[in-house]
């Protein structure tokens, strides 16, 4: 009689008790874009896309590892192909939970290895529609995060949650991003500036599973205010491929080893 006592009371307590927080939310939805598998690589191809059509191209391949459990240190290497004017530049991040992450550029027609200030990180990447800290996302205690609500997006149910930067140096108020309740991915994330207009909005495209990972394969940052939009897709990628420790250095920023970018 007690064990059915118990499940009674059980079956009386709020659905909402169960319901995950926002920062749970948030925190699986960076598990699920960011932090998939031991480590990765992807071919990448960037299109920079102006307000009138033109077409700017880069090529590059992105390598990532992780260090420990889900959500903690991290580290990337990004090599440029094309165009000539980046060809062979580098990039490189360290990340660490709960503070600002290292990140240095090789620039080759100079042939320096200089540092990215923490400051930067908001500054445009390599002149896309993305920053530096998009590339390998942002810390979640950096926001104060909310659910506003729950609704379908491209037929699929999301969470919509609203994070709040707490630093006042951001060049956008909040913003709010649809988390697919299945995969956790972001689907679409909207920015809003000081002024509480919308003003950039980044899509997930395509979605494909890579060895049992569901991974955005395309998407797009547009900036509604100027006309300008990125658009990002995996040419191919690959999860658990066994990246070596030693890549990660500012050795290989000047001359990484064809193995592991080509």
Known sequence: MKKYLILLALLL???????????????????????????F?????MKLISKGGQERVREMTMLRKNYGASGGDQKYFIYFFQPADVKDMT???YKYPGRDADRW?????ISMVRRVAAKDKYSSFVGSDFTYEDVSGRNLEEDTH?????EKYNG???????????AADMEYSYKQ???????YLPLKEEYFDKRDELYKVFTADEIKEIKDFPTV????????????????TYLKADYNIGLDDSLFSERYLKQPPKKWID
């Open 146 to 150: 909310s659910i506003i609500k729950e």
């Open 217 to 232: 394969t395309k998407r797009t940052m547009k900036n509604l205010q100027s006309g300008h939009m990125t658009q990002v």
């Open 91 to 93: 990039f490189m991040v």
């Open 41 to 45: 690589k992807a071919r990448v191809l």
């Open 177 to 183: 991003s649809w988390i697919d309740k299945t995969s």
């Open 13 to 39: 307590i709020p659905f909402e008790v169960f319901a995950l927080t926002a920062d749970e939310v948030v925190k699986k939805s960076q598990a699920a874009f960011l932090y998939q598998g031991k480590d």
């Open 156 to 166: 699929k149910d999301c969470y919509v949650v609203k994070s709040t930067p707490k």
């Open 105 to 109: 550029l090789f620039v080759p027609s």
